[in-house]
């Protein structure tokens, strides 16, 4: 039995075999650090980032970078250009009067060194260009949600969840052996929703062997990603069965996992704007059975005869961290949660042209209407993230643009539960395997 720093060993190992540089194994680098170490000012303070720039580490002795300022993934208020004398140039962003986030947005051109030597390059007259950019943080501990919480808002969950209760759990299991080991036994699990026949397939990976014989263990849900698409992560996420929590990978379509290729693609086609369906109406929204399926997905955890009875946990990031953050207000049950850069919130803040998080909508979409407005708020995760009890562990990246800095802050803001946080500045939309682990690690740590 691989105990958990056996685990944390392997992938230090994995990482060292394969580490490259930022970005892992780019031809080109680019530095930027801002002049407060941490990446945050107060309002009205004006910020500064030294800018350095090399390609296969071979720094130009003088290019001409190009750049743009503008709000968190809104449009350019300011440019310019800055000559980078051996690689370095200092570029002042300005201020912002209000809390919220501004980015830096780079591009240089340089001669193509790929097809010869310098000499033939320069004949050839070839180039290429590179792009990059850096947020920095105004006051963001100020951040508060644009989206406003319904009068109604809980007296219309608490209605839905009453309803969703009438229609009895029923569910089918079958053998995963293509995700199953000497240490993890795996199954397919099909879960029915409600009467309308919606569904959600998950794998559910139980803990096996000696170690765990006739044990209660903790139980963890996890929701995906935004997308239709095959549950991804079943055999990376092999650790957390490997240290004893029974985790349950979910999809929120109705698609099972082990169809074709081609009849993955056929759902997709037929659910990629699930968005935006039913938009006009909070009772017909395409997600409200979505949320009420996470709160079925627990009832089905809950029910397993290796469930502890004490512990119940969700994680995810993104979309699955917004469906985890649902799950927690919904269900009292929940013990912990663990979020990274969660969607779904502060979805409508684009009709007043500020920084909304993902989807991103467009006033095409029809998500800015009157009623798309109003049925957004009743599915916005900063309203949900008010009515969260449980301890909850967050992390988000500024360099985010699918899910924003700004956005993450309006969450973490009005969260009131016990929580903690990684900020990891540099960080896109995405966690190094490290933060993965950690996240596992608090979880253990925090079990009743």
């Not at 910020?47 to 296969?56: N, R």
């Not at 201020?95 to 320069?122: E, H, I, M, Y």
């Not at 799950?327 to 409508?348: I, K």
Request: proline share 6%; glycine share 8%; net charge neutral.
């Amino acid at each position: 039995m691989r105990t958990l720093l056996s685990v944390l060993s392997a992938l230090c190992l994995i990482t060292s075999a394969t580490a490259g540089n930022y970005p892992d194994r780019a031809d080109y680098l680019w530095w930027t650090q801002p002049d407060h170490a941490d990446w945050i000012y107060k309002c009205g303070e004006k910020a500064a980032v030294d800018v350095s720039f090399s390609q296969y580490g071979i720094v130009p002795e003088e290019a001409v970078a190009e750049y743009t300022v503008g709000d968190d993934i809104l449009g350019d208020d300011q440019s310019g250009k800055v000559t980078l004398r051996n690689g370095h140039a200092r570029i002042s962003m300005g201020t912002r009067k209000t809390p919220g986030f501004r980015d830096l947005r780079l591009k240089v051109t340089v001669p193509d060194l790929t097809p010869g030597a310098l000499s033939d390059t320069q004949a050839s007259g070839k180039t290429v260009t590179y792009s990059h950019h850096i947020k920095l943080a105004f006051s963001p501990e100020k951040i508060q949600p644009w989206t406003k919480e319904p009068a109604d808002f809980k007296a219309f969950w608490d209605e839905s969840l009453k309803e969703a209760a009438q229609y009895p759990l029923h569910y089918t299991m079958e053998p995963a052996p293509e995700f199953s080991t000497e240490l993890i036994e795996t199954f397919l699990v099909r879960l029915d929703i409600d009467r309308k026949h919606h569904a959600m397939y998950g794998y559910l990976m139980v803990p096996k062997g000696k170690k765990w014989e006739g044990r209660k263990l903790p139980v963890l849900l996890c929701p995906p990603g935004a997308g239709v698409k095959e549950i991804k992560n079943v055999a990376e996420s092999s650790y957390y069965a490997e240290n004893g929590i029974i985790r349950f990978l979910i999809e929120i379509h109705g698609a099972d996992p082990t169809m074709s290729a081609r009849s993955m693609a056929d759902v997709r086609s037929a659910f990629q704007d699930y968005l935006k369906c039913g938009i006009h109406s909070r009772e017909q929204y395409y997600m409200r059975h979505v949320y009420l399926g996470l709160v079925r997905s627990l009832d089905f955890l809950t029910q397993l005869p290796q469930w502890d009875g004490k512990n119940l946990i969700v994680q995810g990031g993104s979309q699955g961290g917004a469906l985890s953050i649902v799950a927690a207000a919904l269900d009292p049950r929940v013990t912990l949660c663990v979020v990274n850069h969660p969607a779904l919130a502060d979805m409508g803040a684009g009709a007043d042209n500020l920084t909304s998080g993902y989807p991103h909508f467009r006033p095409e979409d029809g998500a800015y209407s009157k009623e798309g407005l109003r049925t957004l708020a009743y599915y916005d995760v900063v309203n949900f993230a008010r009515y969260v009890k449980c301890p909850t562990y967050m992390t988000w990246g500024y360099n985010d643009n699918t899910c924003t800095p700004t956005t993450s802050y309006a969450v973490w803001n009005t969260l009131s539960c016990p929580k903690v946080k990684l900020v990891t500045p540099i960080n896109e939309h995405w966690t190094s395997k490290t933060t993965n682990i950690g996240q596992m690690q608090w979880i253990l740590r925090n079990l009743k």
